[in-house]
Every structure is written in C-alpha cells, then in structure tokens.
C-alpha cells in the first residue's frame, strides 16, 4: 500500500489545512517531503532537485513576486509526478494566491494546500509527521511482503501447516485456493524484466475477472497463486480462455507461461510446480512457436525426456519412430512436426507458420501419410506419432 496526500491530512498536523485546489489528485502517492523556498527559473536547475512523490513545502518567499514562475513551478512539479504542494505563511510573505495558479492546479490534478497563518505547525513538524507515516507503511509493506513470499514458498514445499498459520496472517482463506501461475525466462534463467512485465499484465486480466491472488519470486520464477471462492466451473472455464487469449498475444521467444487451474479445494500445487520445473529446458524445444503450457504438456515433457534417459528400446521397437528415423525428407518431416507438435493438426496454422500455402501442407501431409502408411485418425497412432516426433526434436538439440 502506498501513502497518498489524502492519507497524510489524516494527520493531526494538518487539522487546520485548506485545500485550496487540486482535490481531484489527492491519491497522488507521496514517498518523501522537501522544502523549498529557492526556486529556480531554469528547467535544467528544477529538474535536478525535484523528485517524483515529493510532497513540496514553501512559502514561495523568493518568488512572492512573480506569478508568472509560481505558475511555471507547479506545471513543472506536476510534470515530475509531484505529490503536491503544501504553501505557509499566506498572507505574510505571499500575500494571496492568485487565481490563475488554483486553476492551473485543478486542471492539472496537483493538490495545493494552504496552512492557515495562525496555525501553530512549524515545517519541522510537518516533515517529521509526514516521514513517520511512509515509513511506517513501508515496515508494513515489508512484514506482508515477507509474509507473502513465505506463504508462497509454504505452498510449493506441501508445508500445509506453515502455509495455513501465513494464510491466517495475510487474512486469506487456503481452501480458495484454484490454481497458480508461472512465468519464466527461457531454460529457467535469471527473472527478466519481460518476464516480470508479463506476470503484471496478466495479473491486472485476473484481476477483472475477480480472482485474488498473492505473487512471489521463487527459483528465478514469478509465481502467481490464485484464489477464488467461487466454485462454479464458470470461473474455470473464464481462467481457461483468458490464459488462452493472453498467451496467443505474448510474442517473446524467451519467456515460458505455466498454468493450473483445478476445482479441487486445498489443492497441491508442490509435484505440479516440481515437474514444470523439470519440463522447463524441454518445452521451448518440443513446442518453439509456443509460450503458454499446461499440466498435459508438461506430463508430455517429461515423458519424452524419461524415453530419451531410460527406454532405449522405445528407438528399437517402435514402428513409428523407426520410419521417421529411415525417412529421408527432412522438408516433409519439419512440415509433419510442426503440423502435429505446434498446429493441433490445423493446415492453416500450419502454413502461417512455415509461410506456405494451406495447400502446399495438405499436399505434403497427403504424401507423408502415403509414404509412411499412416492414417492420422487412430489415437494410439497419434500418440506415438507426436512423441516421436517430440523425441526428435530433443535429440537434435
């Protein structure tokens, strides 16, 4: 949670101020105070010494004068993503402030607000209040941040009861517990500055569609797990499609996008975390043009890895894998990887992605099945036929 200026006139020290204008940006975050009572005419000068959620103080004492640069003063603190500006001493040293300073300030949503002179508030008082509550908020921040990653980590290490002691902590309920989400860089490398983007965006999507969710860091991983007292399959089917619909719009080779949704209450998230985790250096290598997976592409990961580590007679005994291995035509066969491993069969898909005509892949396809005597409608065969093809792909890499 952030300090806003409306949170600092909660304050006792601002009991007596006036909001003079700007009230409309009173949720401007404030993360420090400054005074300043110099104020430069140059842009150069200004820009050095402003910061952005900086809550101002001054009585515009060397400038009580001229209009014209308090006018200016503003339009530029605006600019910086000022907090506002809190003026003393109107009256005595400014005399009033002008008209066309309090519109500048409306128009630009930037809070002008005006200590009464006979108000017994010295700066110091002002600033010190101002610091103790962002500094507070931000231990807060840091114990539920804390209390966050330990909940997640809880979860992914099966520590049921650790993770339900956090959960009361963070005031969430364990059995709204539906799913989760990773994003990771490609072969499980540092967290990338995509991958961190990526993970906000579809957090703010899951966000319409009111599902809760707590996010952490874990093995160079974001890790989203979400929560949701619904129950009805609406929710899942909403979770579904709207990871579907993301990721087809995610156009970045080195991020990988895991999900899991289940209806399951207390669900255990710990063994499905752990195989994605081994699947990680197979997906991009089995589906390239993909960046979004589920639980069945990872099963199938690994099991084309555990093939390739363990069942050297799979490349002895099956039929399938033994013709593609004699077949000669590395352009038919990329076409038939890529027809079956990264198009669901689709012949549209298909030539999108090898930049060909749609019937230029039913042409090739047809030979294929012709020459390898395959049907491409018998499920045992479809299996087998998209593994091999998966365990090729490994092996060549």
Do not use: W
Not at 21 to 32: K, P
Not at 52 to 78: G, K, Y
Not at 181 to 200: D, E, N, R
């Amino acid at each position: 949670m952030q300090i806003t200026v409306r949170d600092c006139l909660k304050l006792p020290i601002f009991s007596s101020a006036i909001i003079a204008a700007g009230s409309s940006g009173l949720d401007r975050c404030v993360e420090t105070v400054t005074t300043a009572e110099i104020i430069s005419e140059s842009d150069e000068e200004f820009k050095k010494l402003v910061r952005p959620n900086e809550l101002t103080i001054s009585a515009f004492a060397s400038i009580i004068n001229n209009p014209e640069l308090q006018v200016l003063t503003v339009r530029r603190s605006a600019a910086a993503n000022g907090a506002g500006l809190v003026l003393f001493y109107v009256g005595i040293y400014l005399k009033e402030v002008s008209q066309e300073l309090l519109d500048v300030a409306n128009e630009l949503n930037y809070p002008i607000i005006i200590i009464p002179p006979d108000s017994d508030v010295a700066y110091v008082d002002m600033i010190s209040s101002v610091m103790e509550l962002v500094m507070k908020e931000k231990l807060l921040d840091k114990t539920v941040k804390e209390s966050t990653n330990d909940f997640v980590f809880a979860v992914l290490n099966n520590n049921q009861v650790q993770s339900d002691i956090i959960a009361k902590r963070l005031g969430i309920c364990s059995n709204h517990l539906c799913g989760m989400c990773v994003f990771s860089s490609i072969f499980g490398s540092k967290v990338s500055h995509q991958v961190l983007a990526l993970s906000k965006q579809f957090s703010r999507s899951l966000k319409d569609l009111g599902i809760d969710m707590i996010t952490s860091v874990v093995d160079k991983k974001a890790v989203l797990l979400l929560f949701s007292d619904n129950k009805k399959d609406a929710i899942f089917t909403a979770l579904e499609e709207e990871f579907k619909n993301f990721t087809d719009g995610v156009n970045h080779s080195k991020v990988i996008i895991f999900a899991y949704f289940s209806k399951a209450p207390k669900v255990s998230l710990s063994d499905i975390y752990f195989d994605f985790c081994n699947a990680i250096k197979y997906l991009p290598i089995i589906f390239p043009y993909r960046n979004g997976f589920d639980s069945f592409a990872v099963q199938f990961s690994l099991n084309c890895a555990n093939i390739i580590k363990y069942h050297q007679e799979f490349f002895n005994d099956s039929r399938i894998y033994s013709l593609l291995d004699r077949f000669a035509d590395e352009e038919l066969l990329k076409t038939l990887s890529i027809y079956m491993l990264d198009s669901n069969m689709s012949s549209s898909t298909a030539s999108k992605l090898l930049y060909v005509h749609t019937n230029t892949i039913i042409y090739r396809i047809n030979k294929i099945k012709e020459t390898l005597n395959l049907t491409l409608t018998d499920t045992s065969e479809l299996i087998s036929l998209c593994t091999a093809l998966a365990v090729r792909r490994i092996l060549k890499k």
